[in-house]
């Protein structure tokens, strides 16, 4: 059974960098593109980030293009987030999770594993 577990989160201040870390195990031989998801208090979680199975393409939401980068390593399993320049608005708990780059719309969407969340990691800016 597919299992993610996020880390890295923490309390730090408006225009402070976090790098996130995703660990998945349990399907060694999956080939998903990933992403990255985020749900502040009493909002929907919404889709911020995604890289592709081989890290040649990546997708970044409007609301963190330029200062969030994402990254993974297909041998180790691992996927990260490098938050630069961070805002309130970036509070939340994250999340990774599968994704498509190959969507009927012919765009990045999320596409999450069924049934397969992780604990998520909190992410808090102080303005």
């Known amino acids: 059974q597919v299992q993610l577990v996020e880390s890295g989160g923490g309390l730090v201040q408006a225009g402070d960098s976090l790098r996130l870390s995703c660990a998945r195990s349990?399907?060694?031989?999956?080939?998903?593109?990933m992403g990255w998801y985020r749900q502040a208090p009493g909002k929907e979680r919404e889709f911020v980030a995604a890289?592709?199975?081989?890290?040649?393409?990546?997708y970044f939401d409007d609301s963190v293009k330029g200062r969030f980068t994402i990254s993974r390593d297909t041998a180790k399993n691992m996927v990260w987030l490098q938050m630069n320049n961070l805002k309130p608005e970036d509070s939340g708990i994250y999340y990774c999770?599968?994704?498509?780059?190959?969507?009927?719309?012919?765009?990045?969407?999320?596409?999450?594993?069924?049934?397969?969340w992780g604990q998520g990691t909190q992410v808090t800016v102080s303005s």
């Open positions: 999770n599968a994704a498509s780059f190959a969507c009927s719309t012919g765009y990045v969407c999320p596409s999450p594993i069924p049934g397969v």
């Open positions: 349990g399907d060694p031989f999956s080939t998903y593109d």
């Open positions: 890289i592709t199975w081989s890290g040649e393409e990546t």
